[in-house]
């Protein structure tokens, strides 16, 4: 089993930055990414981006390039989603995830952000 914790989030205001963090622990051997996906209420989960778990590559969904950016964090096993420009559409509830070479999907609880105008 992979434990994920995360922190960071909040209330911000339009234009503003707000930086997740997500650390993770337990049997991480063979995990293959780390990342964040988001849910707006009424909407279904959106991909926002990963990294890759050997190499550190990241990889954003269209809608935040150029706007965040996704990086290992200083501990190990730990990822940071870095959020600039944050605007209301942003506003959801972000999960941080990760997947192993054996396809499996572990998620953590999630933490709310929210972007007021």
């Known amino acids: 089993q992979v434990q994920l914790e995360e922190s960071g989030g909040g209330l911000v205001q339009a234009g503003g930055s707000l930086r997740l963090s997500c650390a993770a622990s337990?049997?991480?051997?063979?995990?293959?990414?780390m990342g964040w996906s988001r849910q707006a209420p009424g909407k279904g989960r959106e991909f926002v981006a990963r990294i890759n778990w050997s190499t550190g590559i990241p990889y954003l969904a269209d809608s935040v390039k150029g706007r965040f950016t996704v990086s290992r964090g200083n501990a190990e096993g730990t990822v940071d989603l870095q959020m600039h420009t944050l605007t209301p559409d942003d506003t959801a509830v972000y999960y941080c995830?990760?997947?192993?070479?054996?396809?499996?999907?572990?998620w953590g609880q999630g933490t709310q952000v929210t972007v007021s105008s």
């Open positions: 995830y990760l997947d192993n070479y054996s396809g499996t999907t572990y």
């Open positions: 337990g049997r991480t051997a063979g995990s293959r990414t």
